[in-house]
């Protein structure tokens, strides 16, 4: 069973920097997928060791859906097993702390994973505050971001 609030404390403890136990992905073209899979492992999501699942060993023994945006979201929508994150696509309304935003800041792909760490009131983009690496942030306002677009994954484990 996900634990929202783990995977939020998770993302608060380390938002600022790099858990040694992971490679840090800045340098290889940015942190934020890796640094949300780990805070959905931190929730209690059991890693799925098979070959097109959802784990990390290392940085040469990892899935690309572990550390790759579209990989993470494409994985865990498809996902129907009892390990790995399961999801579904949503509309704002119907988000939860311990959710994900997936942002497109440059075309034609998205390219940036956010975990929600906190609402106020009903979902919107004034209400909800995102954790993330790469640029990190803690509690960052999601309307203070500039995107494209914008897709929402709910976590269902």
């Known amino acids: 069973m996900y634990d929202r ?3 939020t404390m998770y993302a608060k403890k380390w938002w600022n920097k790099r858990n040694p136990k992971f490679y840090n992905f800045d340098e290889l073209g940015g942190d934020c997928t890796n ?9 209690g999501v059991q890693m ?19 550390s790759g945006v579209e990989q993470l979201f494409n994985y865990s929508v498809s996902n ?12 704002i309304d119907e988000l ?3 959710d994900i935003v997936q ?3 440059r075309k034609p792909v998205f390219n940036h ?7 106020e009131k009903t979902p919107t983009l004034e209400t909800i505050f995102v954790t993330c690496h ?23 484990n």
Do not use: M
């Open 5 to 7: 609030l783990s995977a």
């Open 35 to 43: 640094f949300v899979s780990q805070c959905l492992y931190a929730g």
């Open 48 to 66: 799925d060791f098979s070959p097109l699942g959802w784990y990390y060993n290392s940085l040469n023994s990892r899935s690309p859906a572990f």
């Open 80 to 91: 129907k097993k009892d390990v790995g994150p399961r999801g579904k696509p949503v509309t």
């Open 96 to 98: 939860e702390i311990g």
């Open 103 to 105: 942002l497109c800041q």
């Open 113 to 119: 994973c956010l975990l929600i760490t906190k609402i």
């Open 134 to 156: 790469t640029n990190d942030v803690h509690n960052k306002l999601l309307a203070d971001y500039f995107f494209t677009k914008i897709r929402f994954l709910k976590i269902l």
